[in-house]
């Protein structure tokens, strides 16, 4: 009896849920179905204990003779199996879920302003806030928008709705004119020909808790509409709106949009944008964690320059995140920023065995778990949260949450740009197809010419391209000094010295307060004048250089080197070294080497140990820079087939005397594509003739070989830049000299 009755309640529950389907029932009457399904089992339970079924019909159990056929027969033993697989059933009907359909995804478009240009930001806006309403719906996945400017390229909803991997797209304009705001949207189903599953037209008064309520409204809508529900802990940031001033609210939308793009006037627009809303409206926490994911993203990519309305520090940004998650402690996004914030509070802590360290770093953790729980489809929290693990040497995870975040936005730019890494990369190819991907999603986005260049430079050596790309991103972004300091590296590879000068002091005409930066440019020119002989000129630069602060970066190594070169080859050993005592006072203490960015150039200080006849403490050298040298190459030769740690180690073979090694994997490298890195110190030309680890091979006939090689590929390469001036790809000198002239000008 009890079996028949589970099987009458299946036919009911699929004939309920067809009706419902079919729009004939309401979806409310689905649980109350299932409820009077669920209490009548018992009772059908207890009734079947104690009757049995025979074909006089239901009699008591001790009431049927030992004879009688029974229907249900089979005794206690089967009365129990059947019990338990039934007890088994219904708890798998109560907290089973089926997992989502694969073609259930969502997309929200960037909304179209039907005002005008001028409120394109505001427009853009509403519909990014409307995502993350939308992004707490259950059973499908919410995939982040593209910016507008990668939607630009997609000529239709089903060839975006494919590259995105989703079958529901919500697209939508605003018209805002004085006092009302329309906002007229629809649901197009991307499977059946873009048609239109549902749409709407919303007229209010502008205010922003009506602004807020029409988002919500859309979200629920679009809830009804695929017949999902929302899940009980996300109803509360859908009862009311995260600030009753409508201008705090329209600058808070706008600069969420001005987010999209890392271009450094951009970044400005949005912190003022996010000052603003937070004169108005002091206890919006929104605005808060949108002012400090601003002045994050502003301080990378304006090389350091801290604008007038962000904190002047690490620890000040971070009482700032806290304070947007007290605020708002429900937005994922405030979340995501505390992470961030604390991410690069940590790297700037040494020991991270300290209780400091551990403390923040489990706040950290937590931060962005927490974040991305509550918004799944935040893209760039994925992005932030991977660089922190990435921080913290946790390779896997790191690469785990970045596929995890291209799952929820495959053409994420932020994750793009962070997966071309050697680190996340398995090859060179990988690599390179990462960095391409940029550039065709967002074929109006400066940053991804410009990684596009590096690493078209770093895996393949072409410097030709690396100045086309980063031709082509300074035109996009004329603000950002990395690209014509990159840029003027580049030319010191081709060995257009001019033309290198030239990108550097342009560099240092747009450049803000990144002190770091600025000295590897300044290296940078001190070798655009000493390759072309101006040895006087570039020694007083490189002498001025020794007293700033290092920061242990390896491309602010190399002036030391070439100045203790000098020495060497002006027969003053003793000189060379008491320069390395000087300056780098860490070298002769006893202290641990843990990987190739520490401070002392090592393997430089051997050599001149080597020339004064201090045998003993280059073996000690030798010896303790082995176990640090494989544990790089453990970590990342791996990934890519040739990286700096390869040149790296054909340093430390011709120091400990292994030549034949040394010669070999030059060659190899260079075969390979290998030109140098983008400093002064991996740059080809400063190792071919100035770096003095590789005095004992310099004069051998095969390294000269796999030197001359490189110099015919360079003067190949350079001709194609002067025939992409001659196009009008590349600025020529005098146009650089313009631009230089026009910075000076305008302060």
Same mark, same amino acid.
């Given at each position: 009896?009890?079996?028949?009755y589970?099987i009458?309640?299946w &036919?009911v ?25 669920v209490i ?5 339970l207890?009734?079947s204990?104690f ?14 003779p030992? #004879?009688q056929?029974?229907l249900a ?5 089967? #009365? ?8 088994a059933?219904?708890?798998l ?5 089926p997992?989502?359909p694969? #073609?259930e995804?969502?997309t929200?478009?960037?909304f179209?302003?039907?005002?005008g ?12 806030? &409307? ?6 719906l259950r059973?499908?996945k ?9 939607l ?5 909803i089903p060839t975006?709705?494919?590259?995105m991997d989703v ?5 939508g ?7 009302r705001?329309?906002?007229?949207v629809?649901l197009? =189903?991307?499977d ?8 709407n037209? *919303?007229d209010?008064e502008?205010s922003?808790?009506?602004l807020?309520?029409i988002?919500?409204?859309?979200a ?7 017949? *999902?529900s929302?899940?009980?802990?996300a109803e509360k940031p859908?009862?009311?709106p ?6 705090a609210y329209n600058?808070?939308l706008v600069g ?6 890392r ?11 996010f ?6 409206d002091?206890?919006?926490g929104?605005a ?7 002045c994050s993203?502003y301080r990378?990519?304006s090389e350091g320059? %801290?604008?007038?309305?962000?904190p002047?520090?690490e620890?000040?940004?971070l009482?700032?995140?806290r304070?947007?998650?007290r605020?708002?402690?429900?937005s ?5 920023s505390?992470?961030?914030v604390i ?9 991270r065995q300290s %209780?400091?360290?551990q403390?923040l !770093? !489990?706040?950290a953790?937590?931060?962005f ?7 799944p489809?935040?893209?760039q929290?994925?992005h932030?949260y ?12 790191a690469?785990?949450?970045?596929e995890?975040?291209l799952e929820?936005?495959?053409?994420s ?8 890494f050697?680190e ?9 197809w ?5 550039v065709?999603?967002?074929? #109006? ?6 990684r596009?260049?590096?690493e078209?430079?770093? $895996?393949h050596?072409?410097?030709d391209?690396m100045?086309?790309l ?5 035109r &996009? ?7 014509p ?11 257009d010295?001019?033309m290198?000068l030239?990108h550097?002091?342009?560099?240092e005409?747009i450049?803000?307060? =990144?002190?770091?930066a600025?000295?590897g ?8 004048l ?6 006087r000129?570039?020694i007083?630069?490189?002498e001025a250089?020794q007293?700033t602060?290092w920061?242990g970066?390896?491309?602010?190594h190399a002036?030391? $080197?070439?100045?203790?070169?000098n ?7 003793e ?12 070298c002769?203490?006893?202290v ?15 050599r001149?140990?080597?020339?004064v ?14 176990p640090?040298l494989? @544990?790089?190459?453990?970590?990342f030769?791996s990934h890519?087939?040739y990286? %700096?740690?390869?040149f790296v ?9 292994r030549?034949?090694q040394a010669?070999?994997?030059?060659e190899d490298?260079?075969?390979a594509g290998?030109?140098g890195?983008v400093?002064?110190?991996?740059d080809w030309?400063?190792f071919a003739y100035?770096?003095?680890?590789? =005095?004992s091979?310099?004069?051998h006939?095969?390294?000269?070989a796999?030197?001359?090689v490189?110099?015919?590929d360079?003067a190949?390469?350079?001709?194609n ?7 009008g @790809?590349?600025?020529?000198?005098e ?10 000008? !305008?302060?």
């Amino acid at each position: 009896m009890a079996v028949l009755y589970v099987i009458s309640a299946w &036919l009911v529950m699929q004939v309920a849920g067809a009706l419902i389907d079919l729009r004939v029932l309401p979806e409310s009457l689905g649980p109350w179905v299932m409820a009077v399904l669920v209490i009548g089992f018992p009772i059908a339970l207890v009734v079947s204990w104690f009757f049995d079924m025979t074909p006089e019909g239901v009699v008591r159990e001790a009431e049927v003779p030992e #004879d009688q056929p029974v229907l249900a027969a089979g005794g206690r033993r089967t #009365d129990f199996i059947i019990i338990a697989m039934l007890a088994a059933a219904i708890i798998l009907m109560l907290v089973w879920e089926p997992p989502a359909p694969a #073609d259930e995804a969502l997309t929200v478009l960037p909304f179209e302003s039907m005002t005008g240009p001028d409120e394109a930001a505001f427009a853009e806006g509403v519909s990014i806030e &409307l995502q993350n309403l939308v992004s707490q719906l259950r059973k499908f996945k919410v995939k982040q928008p593209p910016e507008a400017s990668i939607l630009a390229h997609f000529s239709d909803i089903p060839t975006l709705a494919r590259e995105m991997d989703v079958r529901w797209v919500l697209k939508g304009s605003v018209r805002h004119a004085e006092s009302r705001v329309r906002i007229a949207v629809q649901l197009i =189903d991307a499977d059946d020909e873009a048609a239109i599953a549902w749409s709407n037209v *919303f007229d209010r008064e502008l205010s922003a808790a009506n602004l807020f309520a029409i988002q919500t409204e859309i979200a629920r809508a679009i809830t009804s509409e695929l017949r *999902f529900s929302l899940d009980k802990p996300a109803e509360k940031p859908l009862a009311a709106p995260p600030t009753q001033n409508t201008e705090a609210y329209n600058a808070y939308l706008v600069g969420r949009q001005r987010l999209t793009d890392r271009r450094v006037d951009w970044l400005e627009d949005a912190i003022e944008q996010f000052a603003h809303a937070i004169d108005l409206d002091p206890d919006f926490g929104k605005a808060y964690s949108g002012l400090v994911d601003a002045c994050s993203l502003y301080r990378n990519y304006s090389e350091g320059h %801290k604008h007038k309305s962000c904190p002047t520090d690490e620890a000040e940004l971070l009482l700032l995140a806290r304070k947007a998650v007290r605020l708002a402690p429900d937005s994922g996004e405030a979340w995501v920023s505390l992470g961030e914030v604390i991410g690069a509070l940590l790297d700037q802590l040494d020991d991270r065995q300290s %209780k400091s360290y551990q403390e923040l !770093s !489990s706040e950290a953790e937590n931060a962005f778990k927490r974040g991305l729980s509550l918004n799944p489809s935040y893209s760039q929290g994925y992005h932030w949260y991977a660089i922190y693990l990435a921080s913290k040497e946790e390779g896997q995870s790191a690469l785990q949450v970045i596929e995890q975040g291209l799952e929820v936005d495959p053409l994420s730019l932020p994750l793009h740009l962070i997966f071309h890494f050697p680190e996340w990369a398995e090859s060179r190819e990988e690599a390179l197809w990462h960095a391409r991907r940029i550039v065709e999603i967002a074929p #109006d986005s400066p940053t991804g010419y410009a990684r596009l260049g590096f690493e078209l430079w770093r $895996n393949h050596g072409r410097a030709d391209e690396m100045v086309r790309l980063l031709s082509k991103a300074a035109r &996009l972004d004329p603000r950002n000094p990395e690209y014509p300091g990159l840029n003027g590296f580049a030319y010191l590879a081709l060995g257009d010295y001019d033309m290198a000068l030239a990108h550097f002091r342009l560099a240092e005409m747009i450049a803000y307060t =990144d002190m770091d930066a600025e000295r590897g440019r300044a290296a940078g020119e001190a070798f655009a004048l000493l390759y072309p002989g101006r040895t006087r000129e570039a020694i007083e630069k490189l002498e001025a250089l020794q007293d700033t602060p290092w920061l242990g970066r390896p491309q602010l190594h190399a002036p030391l $080197n070439a100045l203790a070169g000098n020495d060497l080859r002006d027969g003053h050993p003793e000189r060379a070294l008491s320069r390395f005592r000087q300056h780098r006072p860490e070298c002769f203490a006893d202290v641990e080497f843990k990987d190739l960015s520490d401070s002392c150039p090592m393997l430089a200080l051997a050599r001149i140990l080597q020339e004064v006849g201090d045998e003993e403490r280059v073996q000690e050298f030798v010896l303790g820079y082995t176990p640090v040298l494989q @544990e790089s190459w453990d970590n990342f030769w791996s990934h890519l087939d040739y990286r %700096k740690e390869a040149f790296v180690q054909a340093r430390y073979e011709a120091i400990a005397g292994r030549h034949e090694q040394a010669l070999t994997m030059l060659e190899d490298l260079v075969a390979a594509g290998f030109r140098g890195w983008v400093t002064s110190e991996w740059d080809w030309r400063f190792f071919a003739y100035y770096d003095i680890t590789l =005095d004992s091979i310099r004069d051998h006939p095969r390294f000269r070989a796999t030197i001359a090689v490189i110099e015919a590929d360079m003067a190949q390469q350079l001709e194609n830049v002067r025939e992409m001036q001659r196009r009008g @790809e590349v600025p020529t000198l005098e146009e650089v000299n313009a631009l230089i002239a026009s910075a000076r000008e !305008s302060g």
